[in-house]
């Protein structure tokens, strides 16, 4: 492992981290606030981070796990189930 593909998956770790927490307001805030406003906040806040993921880190191998997590709080925000697909929810 090449120390450029080391520091690569350490920002994507960094960006996960940050997700993660982004999973637990969202969670919470769920219950409070409506849809709209929770998209507002993904736009706002979560759609940023993962875009500055992806220029700087989209390469690699490691960015998969900031599509699992895109994928679970996208769910949070629409009430999808976890066996549902979010493909199309994605797109919107």
């Not at 993921?53 to 189930?81: A, D, P």
Request: hydrophobic share 40%; with cysteine; glycine share 6%.
């Amino acid at each position: 492992m090449s120390d450029e593909t080391l520091f690569w998956n350490q920002h994507i770790d960094q960006i996960a981290t940050k997700l993660c927490s982004a999973c637990y307001a969202l969670r919470n805030l769920k219950h409070i606030l409506p849809q709209s406003t929770l998209r507002t906040i993904y736009y706002a806040n979560i759609h940023s981070i993962l875009r500055y993921g992806i220029i700087f880190g989209g390469r690699s191998s490691n960015v998969k796990k900031l599509f699992i997590l895109q994928k679970k709080i996208v769910r949070i925000i629409t009430s999808t189930g976890i066996k549902e697909s979010c493909g199309k929810l994605l797109k919107t």
